[in-house]
T-cell receptor, first 110, second 116 residues
Framework: QKEVEQDPGPLSVPEGAIVSLNCTYS??????FMWYRQYSRKGPELLMY????GNKEDGRFTAQVDKSSKYISLFIRDSQPSDSATYLC??????????FGAGTTVTVRA | GAGVSQSPSNKVTEKGKDVELRCDPI?????LYWYRQRLGQGLEFLIY????????KSGLPSDRFSAERTGESVSTLTIQRTQQEDSAVYLC??????????????FGEGSRLTVL
């Protein structure tokens, strides 16, 4: 079993829709949770960062962490074609090593 | 430069050849990381540098893989006697914060390696 599970999709939604992405994990030591966005042939860039359980909102993006269920989510409201990318969840215990999900490819149709 | 720079961006090699991949981190970033991204898979941690020392090499897949870093600047990842399963995108990242994931990682665009 992988340490971090993420449905690779692909996910295709119309412009303006809400995009819902999620990951599950098995390591209860994880307490730092991130979402990275990766455009085609580019390196990942940090989108959201959350420590421990709870919600965090940043503009159209909301990240949720439920440590009791070992489940994290990312919601994108009012999705735009420019949001079309691969979204990677990443997480870590209190150190430098990130464990990544496989990434979900999202296409927002104009 | 403004971001993490990696070279070459693309490398095609024959099985059994050695390859060197280079990473130039953001100036002032003390921490440097190498990750591997295989098609359809998540990023795999390879190695972490704090300055020019590598406290964690646990992710290197085999003894054919090695990496070094000069001071707090350029790092080179070397793969000897390449195999087809080494085909992947090799991503380098740097961060200003040492030893803690709370520091944002800035990734380069990667070196895409194809082993024929």
């Amino acid at each position: 079993q992988k340490e971090v599970e993420q449905d690779p999709g692909p996910l295709s939604v119309p412009e303006g829709a809400i995009v819902s992405l999620n990951c599950t994990y098995s390591n209860s030591a994880f307490q730092y949770f991130m979402w990275y966005r990766q455009y085609s042939r580019k390196g990942p860039e940090l989108l959201m960062y959350t420590y421990s359980s709870g919600n965090k909102e940043d503009g159209r993006f909301t990240a949720q962490v439920d440590k009791s269920s070992k489940y994290i989510s990312l919601f994108i409201r009012d999705s735009q074609p420019s949001d079309s990318a691969t979204y990677l969840c990443a997480m870590s215990a209190d150190d430098y090593k990130l464990s990544f999900g496989a990434g979900t490819t999202v296409t927002v149709r104009a | 430069g403004a971001g993490v720079s990696q070279s070459p961006s693309n490398k095609v090699t024959e099985k059994g050849k050695d390859v060197e991949l280079r990473c130039d981190p953001i100036s002032g970033h003390t921490a440097l990381y190498w990750y591997r991204q295989r098609l359809g898979q998540g990023l795999e941690f390879l190695i972490y540098f704090q300055g020019n020392s590598a406290p964690d090499k646990s992710g290197l897949p085999s003894d054919r893989f090695s990496a070094e870093r000069t001071g707090e600047s350029v790092s080179t990842l070397t793969i000897q006697r390449t195999q087809q399963e080494d085909s992947a995108v090799y991503l380098c990242a740097s961060s200003i914060t040492s030893g803690s994931v709370t520091g944002e990682l800035f990734f380069g665009e990667g070196s895409r390696l194809t082993v024929l």
